[in-house]
């Protein structure tokens, strides 16, 4: 079984401070972490692979420090790690990212699943596995709970949902996206990490994947980031008391007072 | 305070500061409490692969040194002196073997130990041998293939929930501490059981037990080393593991200290935060100075022992004596800046001070660190 996982480096805070003049993330001192759900993308591809064989790719696009996320993930048990990096791809909304890492899994060639974690906790898209899956046309389910059972050409899963789960079967290869109930992400080895200091980290660019140049960096991106902004507090509501009678009436002037 | 640690050793350090952070921290309490063994802190550090650093590659191991076990240990101390000290343990019953054994007892042992898939535990104590280890009245008598077992062990750490055992037994009463040898058990072993579970003071999570040898049969080539090393086993063990215990006192005091100072900024008492008194300021920089200098010395011996010096004893001596006693007075100082609360379960603070109040007691006692020291200082003055 050959496994793709996709990882995102994010800032480890969940208070991101945005600069107002560019609209970008400030990224200066603040730590960077693995995207948490990707710590579930990881943990159960490695353990499909310690299960049924094969290995595990992991890549990201990012700045070159995210190949220091790239090297986490060895830690953790994937076997190659590839980093898409280039300043053509600066910019990229969650469609240009997932058509730039397609490409590269079409470089990367041979594969039967690919997971994901099901959104980046700076982000909050959880568009780019589907996104991935369109531009390979292969089929997806996002919010992947459990694997039930996974072999040559089949898959079933549920998908966790509002209230309970479906059930959903797939041949392979496909894209998933895994929410935090699938598993509990293990911690590197000593081994791991030694192994991941010292691990070979691909650098590709659009020198490798030659890509549409319509269809990457900001040019591919169809989203444009007008304003970033938190919204404003909402002011706690107002407590009629009293009497029915009264307090429907005074209920009544009040919304009248605010349409007019 | 920067101690120039290599990239190694940073790994080891960060790796064990997750899972003291992640995984042993939030169950602290809870073993504090039951006094059950913590088998599941116990599989994290295994499958992290921390049981091995000081075992040989060619056994499994990562043979990284006293250092690293000392830094493993530190961290894991910080959030339980007691999860910490059945991981240290486990590495006192283990260094016999790495010093002693021969290639068929390193082969035999050692992977499932480097691996984790067996603790291990050393066994010297008796009801009335402690610090004079030379009243030892367990005895091993020859029997054609075996020695033959008969006595009494107590306060084994690890005792019960460890798989492999080095037990020190007299196998010459007329030779004294010469006639003492150490020998490998196994859990299971026929006449080998196991007697009281004692109730301590605190390391709670940590198990002690008595060790009972009826007419124990020991195949002959579990004897490490040869009949009448049992103590020259016993001082080697010691001088490799008492940079632990030093390490696993650092952690506790490093762990009050930290708790300490962030309860302090918190603690509001006439308008504002107590970390603004002179009086806790005092207190705070006095702790974080001992505490540093504790770790400067532990780190310094274990440094010396993996460099292969060879006549630690008295560093060794030092750095346990002095270590845990910085971690007594630091944690009754961290206790001290918790007020009241400090006093009451419901605080994690109190359990600092019954966990570093091993430190000064075992593995020797701090008196008997004087007197290695004291006898090292007059034996170099004669050169």
């Keep these: 079984m050959n496994i793709i996982v996709c990882i995102k480096q994010v800032p480890e805070t969940t208070e991101v401070k945005i600069n107002p003049q560019t609209n970008t993330l400030i990224r200066e001192g603040v730590k960077s972490i693995i995207n948490p759900f990707d710590m579930y993308a990881i943990e159960e591809a490695v353990r499909i692979k310690e299960r049924l064989g094969g290995k595990v790719v992991v890549i990201t696009m990012g700045p070159p420090q995210a190949e220091a996320a790239l090297r986490e993930a060895i830690s953790l048990g994937c076997d190659e790690a590839i980093l898409i990096s280039d300043r053509a791809f600066a910019g990229s909304d969650t469609w240009a990212t997932s058509y730039t890492l397609s490409g590269a899994i079409k470089k990367i060639g041979q594969f039967d699943l690919i997971i994901c974690g099901k959104q980046a906790s700076d982000g909050d898209t959880a568009q780019v596995g589907p996104g991935i899956s369109a531009h390979l046309d292969i089929p997806q389910v996002t919010y992947v709970k459990k694997i039930e059972e996974i072999k040559d050409n089949f898959m079933r899963v549920e998908r966790m949902m509002e209230e309970g789960y479906e059930i959903i079967e797939t041949p392979l290869p496909c894209l998933i996206t895994v929410v935090k109930e699938i598993n509990e992400p293990r911690l590197p080895s000593l081994k791991g990490m030694m192994k991941a200091k010292s691990a070979k980290i691909s650098i590709w660019g659009q020198k490798e994947l030659n890509l549409s140049e319509q269809g990457i960096g900001l040019c591919g991106s169809p989203t444009q980031v007008v304003k970033i902004f938190t919204p404003p507090q909402r002011v706690g509501g107002q407590i009629l008391q009293g009497e029915v009678s009264e307090v429907v009436k005074k209920l009544v002037d009040l919304l009248k007072g605010e349409i007019s | 305070m920067d101690y120039l640690l290599s990239d190694e050793q940073k790994m080891v350090q960060e790796l064990a500061h997750k899972i003291a952070e992640e ?8 073993y504090d409490q039951s006094e059950e063994y913590p088998w599941e802190i116990i599989k994290v550090i295994a499958d992290a692969g921390l049981f091995g650093l000081f075992i040989p590659p060619e056994y499994g191991g990562m043979s990284v040194g006293v250092l690293n076990l000392c830094i493993a240990t530190e961290e894991l101390s910080r959030a339980c002196g007691g999860i910490a000290v059945c991981y240290a343990a486990s590495a006192l019953g283990t260094f016999p073997i790495v010093l002693f054994g021969n290639e068929e007892q390193k082969k035999k042992y050692l992977p499932d130990l480097a691996a984790g898939k067996k603790v291990a535990a050393f066994a010297i104590t008796e009801p009335e041998a402690g610090s004079d280890a030379s009243a030892i009245k367990t005895t091993a008598k020859k029997e054609g293939n075996y ?27 007329s030779k004294g501490a010469r006639g003492a040898s150490a020998f490998i058990l196994e859990k299971g072993m026929p006449g080998f059981i196991f007697g009281k579970k004692e109730e301590k003071f605190g390391i709670r999570a940590s198990s002690t037990r008595e060790l009972v040898f009826t007419d124990c049969k020991v195949p002959a080539e579990n004897l490490l080393s040869k009949e009448g090393m ?19 006192a650092v952690g506790i005091a490093q762990g009050a200290l930290e708790l300490a100072v962030k309860y302090a900024k918190e603690r509001q008492q006439f308008g504002k935060s107590i970390s603004t008194f002179q009086g806790i300021q005092w207190m705070l920089a006095d702790m974080a100075t001992q505490v540093e200098a504790a770790r400067a010395l532990v780190y310094a011996t274990a440094r010396m022992v993996d460099a292969g010096i060879k006549d630690v004893s008295k560093e060794s ?20 800046i918790f007020g009241g609360y400090g006093y009451m379960r419901d605080y994690p603070i109190e359990k600092y001070v019954r966990d570093a109040k091993i430190t000064q007691i075992y593995e020797g006692t701090n008196q008997v660190q004087r007197n290695i020291i004291a006898l090292q200082l007059i034996k170099e003055m004669a050169r």
Excluded: C, W
């Design chain 2, 230 to 248: 049992g103590f020259i086993v016993t001082m080697k063990t010691f001088d490799m593991s008492r940079p632990g215990v030093a390490a696993q």
């Design chain 2, 23 to 30: 995984k042993v921290r939030p169950v602290a309490a809870k």
């Design chain 2, 147 to 173: 020695y033959v077992l008969n006595g009494l062990k107590h306060f084994i750490t690890n005792g019960g929930d460890a798989e492999i055992y080095v037990v020190i037994a007299m196998t010459d009463k």
């Design chain 2, 317 to 336: 001596a030092m750095t346990k004596m002095f270590a845990s006693d910085v971690a007594m007075k630091v944690t009754v100082d961290a206790l001290q």
